[in-house]
């Protein structure tokens, strides 16, 4: 069973950065993509970006231009880089895995990100 850990979230101010990383584990042959969604409070989930085992990235109209998905596929690790972040950034992060392109897909615990001032 794949096993998704997140880091880097936290408090940051408007027009700050970070950085998210997720290690995947527990899956002997590659994942097909893996990416970032958000939860924000009262919000449904919503995409960020992801990006396959090629490195076809795709993001949401919310990051492009400030954020920045990478990927190690040798380390099983996403990251994402987020610039110029602003308030409405704020929520819950969600490292996800797609094993294959028909599914199934993992989920981590999630790593809050909060913008203010």
């Known amino acids: 069973q794949v096993q998704l850990v997140e880091s880097g979230g936290g408090l940051v101010q408007p027009g700050g950065s970070l950085r998210l990383s997720c290690v995947a584990s527990?899956?002997?042959?590659?994942?097909?993509?893996m990416g970032w969604y958000r939860q924000a409070p009262g919000k449904q989930r919503e995409l960020v970006a992801t990006?396959?085992?090629?490195?076809?990235?795709n993001y949401a109209d919310c990051a492009k231009g400030r954020f920045t998905i990478s990927r190690d596929n040798a380390k099983n690790t996403v990251h994402l880089q987020m610039n110029s972040l602003k308030p409405e950034d704020t929520a819950v992060y969600y490292c996800?895995?797609?094993?294959?392109?028909?599914?199934?897909?993992?989920w981590g615990q999630g790593t809050q990100v909060t913008v203010s001032s």
């Open positions: 527990g899956r002997d042959s590659s994942i097909y993509a």
């Open positions: 996800n895995a797609r094993l294959t392109v028909w599914g199934p897909d993992a």
């Open positions: 990006i396959t085992r090629g490195g076809t990235a």
